[in-house]
Nanobody, 126 residues
Framework: VQLQASGGGLVQAGDSLRLSCAAS????????VGWFRQAPGKEREFVAT????????YYADSVQGRFTISRDNARHTVYLQMNSLKPEDTAVYYC????????????????????WGQGTQVTVSS
């Protein structure tokens, strides 16, 4: 499966953005999809993830209550709605597909995600 992330940009603190992750290829398979981000000089970190059916979602504590992950399987697309953005949200955001299913112990681990998109830059100015 191939993933294409889009929707990033330059915004001010408090603004909103919606990222999209479009899948192509073996989209009939039941993949969970997650978002990760990497800021300059920092390690990549988990942001949010959603199960194939959309009934299960997990969020990092740093974005809980501000970000919402959703998916439209008919359009093979996963979204990340980001509200109340902060300068510390500045990073390259990547979407990734997990073919194994979400587990309590592994949903935030990048090792569980086999397919990655190219990333989209989000910059939040203060």
């Amino acid at each position: 499966v191939q993933l294409q992330a889009s929707g990033g940009g330059l915004v001010q603190a408090g603004d909103s953005l919606r990222l999209s992750c479009a899948a192509s290829g073996r989209t009939s398979s039941g993949y969970a999809v997650g978002w990760f981000r990497q800021a300059p000089g920092k390690e990549r970190e988990f942001v949010a993830t959603i199960s194939w059916g959309g009934g299960t979602t997990y969020y990092a504590d740093s974005v809980q209550g501000r970000f919402t992950i959703s998916r439209d399987n008919a359009r093979h697309t996963v979204y990340l709605q980001m509200n109340s953005l902060k300068p510390e949200d500045t990073a390259v955001y990547y979407c990734a597909a997990n073919p194994y299913g979400l587990t309590w112990s592994g949903y935030a681990s990048s090792d569980e995600y086999d397919y990655w998109g190219q990333g989209t830059q989000v910059t939040v100015s203060s």
